[in-house]
């Protein structure tokens, strides 16, 4: 069995600031871990992936996470938000041998505040 | 512009109506998937076809059901639909099972 959860479903932060959106995964097998974000009224786009190897993963738009199984968790950091940062994202975890263990996180929603 | 592509992008529907939803995608990619969206919710599975094998979510009621007329469709055939369904549906493909996914725009879908 696996599963997601994500720490804070409403996130607000200043234009600028440090962005960290928190992610922890339950799974019995090595997972794979995903960030995807949502703009509204559109689909799902993936930010950055963990498979194996390196455990500092960097993505699109200057978004990078930390796999950290020590601690079972994958947060997503960004240095500088800008106000284009606005969105759902949501963190997903899977295994290599079955996409009906595909699972969401419950998404954070990430304000940016002038 | 995504890579995967859903038509139409919005539907409004009686309960007696029979729609249907199509995807495509030309990235060659062999798993595509319908996800059904709730507002506020994550995006929760419907169907995977992958390797001209479908599988299905046995949550997911038989008025949804997909079809696949070759490797870059999957189309999702609908009937007698219930205001309960009412939602974002997605459609997404990846290059094998596991593999991350691309999403489409999705279809909002609203019954009357």
């Known amino acids: 069995a696996q599963s997601v959860t994500q720490l804070g479903s409403h996130v607000s932060v200043s234009e600028g600031a440090l962005v960290l959106l928190r992610c922890n995964y339950s799974s019995s097998v090595p997972p794979y871990l995903f960030w995807y974000v949502q703009y509204p009224n559109q689909g799902l786009q993936l930010l950055l992936k963990y498979t194996t190897g390196a455990t500092l993963v960097k993505g699109i738009n200057g978004f990078e996470a930390e796999f950290k199984k020590s601690e079972t968790s994958f947060h997503l950091t960004k240095p500088s938000a800008h106000m284009s940062d606005a969105a759902e994202y949501f963190c997903a975890v899977s295994r290599a041998d079955s996409y009906q263990k595909v699972t969401f996180g419950t998404g954070t929603k990430l304000q940016v505040i002038p | 512009d995504t890579e995967v592509t859903q038509t139409p992008k919005h539907l409004v529907m009686g309960m007696t109506n029979k729609k249907s939803l199509k995807c495509e995608q030309h990235m060659g990619h062999r798993a595509m998937y319908w996800y059904k969206q709730k507002a506020k919710k994550p995006p929760e599975l419907m169907f995977v076809?992958?390797?001209?094998?479908?599988?299905i979510n046995e949550s997911v009621p038989s008025r949804f059901s997909p079809e696949c007329p070759n490797s870059s469709l999957l189309n999702l055939h609908l009937h007698a639909l219930q205001p309960e369904d009412s939602a974002l549906y997605l459609c997404?493909?990846?290059?094998?099972?596991?593999?991350?996914?691309?999403f489409g725009d999705g279809t909002r879908l609203s019954i009357l």
């Open positions: 997404a493909s990846s290059q094998e099972v596991s593999r991350p996914q691309h």
């Open positions: 076809y992958s390797y001209e094998k479908l599988s």
